[in-house]
């Protein structure tokens, strides 16, 4: 686990405008995704995390990427309908620090071999949504395309599986508290945390710092990535990690 948690804002991109209601000073809805990123970075965002959400995508997340990597200077993810190792060297060379593999992943998983031998452990990230099944032998199903689709494997094990292929970090998303602001799931987090041996980033349900604090709890995980709240302007990044430190989490001093 590294020394200090991470906060990772999260941006949807369609036709290369932020899609999801943002509210930073003048920033609006569809505004320029640098825009936000540098309100986001000024606030004290640790990273920043761009998905395209658009059905085809293109080049709009590249040309995003390039735009942001110009004036923003802190680590930046991408992700979004990646399917091959070509399209992962595309972030990458437009201005992505890493790239993250969701779906592709669970349909190829050869693909996540071959994007680690192309280009390293440090430059992916393991993307896993997963819903609660209801099963006591097999507690949370891995769920692809955008939650849309079963797909039968038991989350517990595939990010053990993707771990031993080399992926440099794993993102687990509960898409049952997603959207939700009432937590996240702690039992997934606690469990994730003692599976995953690399670093543990999750995702859904934050509603409040208290929340964050609880993920963030020591051996558990290594950073959240949060949309809804900071988004909507209920609470700034700068504040909430100023939260934290006050509560002994090790983190990077936010603005207020």
Request: hydrophobic share 45%; glycine share 12%; charged share 25%.
């Amino acid at each position: 686990m590294s020394l200090c948690r991470r906060i990772i804002p999260v941006l949807d991109i369609a036709k290369g405008g932020v899609v999801k209601g943002v509210e930073l000073g003048e920033v609006e809805d569809s505004a320029d995704p640098v825009m936000v990123a540098r309100a986001y970075e000024a606030q004290g965002a640790d990273e920043i995390a761009f998905i395209d959400v658009s059905s085809q995508r293109g080049d709009v997340l590249d040309d995003v990427l390039r735009a942001v990597s110009e004036q923003v200077f802190i680590p930046v993810t991408a992700g979004g309908g990646i399917h091959d190792a070509q399209e992962v060297k595309r972030m990458l060379t437009a201005g992505a620090d890493r790239v993250m593999l969701n779906t592709a992943a669970v349909l190829k998983p050869e693909l996540v071999t071959e994007c680690v031998e192309k280009f390293g452990s440090e430059a992916l990230i393991g993307a896993v949504d997963v819903r609660r099944t209801g099963s006591e032998d097999r507690p949370w199903e891995v769920v692809t395309h955008g939650g849309r689709k079963s797909s039968g494997l038991d989350a517990r094990a595939w990010v053990q599986q993707l771990a031993d292929y080399g992926i440099g970090e794993i993102l687990v998303t509960s898409l049952d508290q997603d959207g939700g602001r009432e937590g996240f799931d702690q039992q997934l987090v606690e469990t994730m945390a003692d599976i995953v041996s690399v670093p543990l980033v999750v995702a859904g349900g934050a509603g409040r710092p208290e929340d964050v604090e609880e993920a963030l709890a020591d051996g558990l995980a290594d950073g959240v990535m949060i949309a809804s709240i900071f988004h909507s302007g209920e609470y700034n990044i700068g504040n909430v990690k100023n939260f934290l430190a006050a509560r002994g989490v090790p983190i990077r001093r936010g603005a207020d």
